[in-house]
């Protein structure tokens, strides 16, 4: 029995990266702004942090989230005309005839996707690490990919 496709638009992220990241950023937040206010001042008798190294733990702080927010980016949009993937690095936006396949190997840390000129594009919107719900993702996508392959193939 083939899988029902979703209803369109869709989009699929990772969750447990997200989540984890998410928590990274809170901490890292916490942890630098519980120093910054906590630490002593500089006075011209004693040693301390001056109001310059305060504003550059506030830097490497907002250099830390940025970097958080770079790995939290990944996620795959599903629409009618066709699939939009951003990794952490890039964005590439593919119509539904150019994708022949959806790939979600054991082993593989992400999903596949095998294209038709031959080469794959790799779309870490779809992560393993998520275990059941990747693979129902990986499903989604291929139903979605088959759907409109064969609409498209019928026009």
């Known amino acids: 029995m083939p899988f029902a496709a979703p209803a369109l638009p869709v989009t699929f992220r990772p969750y447990l990266a997200r989540r984890v990241l998410v928590g990274l950023a809170v901490a890292t937040t916490a942890a630098i702004a519980i120093v910054t ?12 942090f001056s109001t310059g190294d305060r504003l550059a733990m506030g830097v490497v702080a907002l250099t ?38 959806v790939n979600l190997r054991p082993g593989d840390p ?39 392959t064969a609409t498209s193939q019928n026009d």
């Open 37 to 48: 206010f906590a630490l002593p001042s500089a006075t011209e008798t004693t040693g301390g």
């Open 64 to 101: 830390v989230l940025a970097g958080l927010w770079l790995l939290s980016r990944p996620r795959i949009r599903a629409d009618s005309t066709g699939l939009e993937v951003t990794n952490v690095f890039g964005r590439r936006r593919l119509e539904w005839a150019q994708v022949v396949d």
């Open 110 to 148: 992400w999903l596949v996707f095998d294209l038709d000129d031959g080469t794959t594009l790799n779309a870490m919107g779809v992560q393993t690490s998520d275990g059941k719900r990747a693979h129902v993702a990986a499903v989604q996508l291929r139903a979605l990919v088959r759907a409109h």
